[in-house]
């Protein structure tokens, strides 16, 4: 999109800073979002209005179709992590999988399609659907009914420490923190990998 859009000419003469400031206010907005603080469109009409605006441009300088054009081709990136689909097929062979996502439903069909990680999982549990985001025990509790299990033989595994691993901490279920970029790992987070392939060690 920096290059389709032809951002440079209009003052962003840097793409990597362009995509370093999108992708904080991004991750601060999805923070909001998980907690409730904001909806899904406040999300989408603020994290790049709040980008230009950090970098010096007035927001009614963003292309108009700018975030629809951005919602419409991201979900249809089709990288994985590395050993992704190795790792899915591992514990597939042994447990029965659940994703419990607080993304979007039309990105997380998308998604889950391109990437070819749907049939992986009995349960796709989207937020958006149930009501109710992670970190709140009520979307895990309902993803435990849906297995028709309980919660201590249960384990989530996920990249957000305050959604995914403290919220399963919170309600009661075991949990192990992704962390891919090795950053500082919190004391309250017992379990962590950084790279996918360590689950068929692990579990």
Same mark, same amino acid.
């Given at each position: 999109l920096y290059v389709t %859009?032809? /951002?440079?000419?209009?003052?962003?003469? *840097?793409?990597?800073?362009?995509i370093e400031t999108y992708t904080r206010h991004n991750h601060r907005l999805w923070a909001e979002y998980h907690l409730g603080k904001i909806t899904k469109q406040e999300l989408r009409e603020t994290r790049f209005k709040s980008t230009f605006i950090e970098l010096g441009l007035q927001p009614e300088t963003?292309?108009?179709?700018? #975030?629809?054009? %951005?919602?419409?081709?991201c979900p249809t990136k089709t990288n994985l992590f590395p050993h992704a689909h190795e790792t899915l097929q591992y514990l597939q062979s042994k447990y029965t999988l659940h994703l419990i996502t607080n993304g979007?439903?039309?990105? +997380?069909?998308?998604? +889950? @399609?391109g990437t070819k990680i749907a049939g992986y999982f009995k349960n796709?549990?989207? *937020?958006?659907?149930? =009501?109710?985001?992670?970190?709140?025990?009520?979307?895990?509790? &309902?993803?435990?009914? /849906?297995?028709?299990? #309980?919660? &201590? #033989?249960?384990?989530?595994?996920?990249? *957000?420490?305050? @959604?995914?691993?403290? =919220? @399963? /901490?919170? %309600?009661?279920?075991?949990?192990?923190y992704f962390n891919p970029l090795c950053a500082d790992k919190p004391e309250d987070v017992p379990l962590q990998i950084t790279h996918l392939k360590e689950l068929t060690g692990l579990l």
């Open positions: %859009y032809r /951002l440079k000419d209009i003052g962003l003469h *840097s793409a990597d800073l362009f963003m292309p108009v179709d700018f #975030e629809d054009d %951005y919602v419409r081709i979007f439903k039309e990105a +997380t069909e998308l998604k +889950t @399609a796709i549990i989207i *937020s958006e659907l149930i =009501g109710v985001n992670k970190p709140d025990k009520a979307i895990f509790e &309902h993803a435990v009914n /849906l297995a028709g299990g #309980e919660k &201590h #033989e249960c384990i989530m595994i996920g990249d *957000s420490i305050e @959604a995914d691993v403290r =919220g @399963a /901490l919170n %309600y009661g279920m075991d949990a192990v």
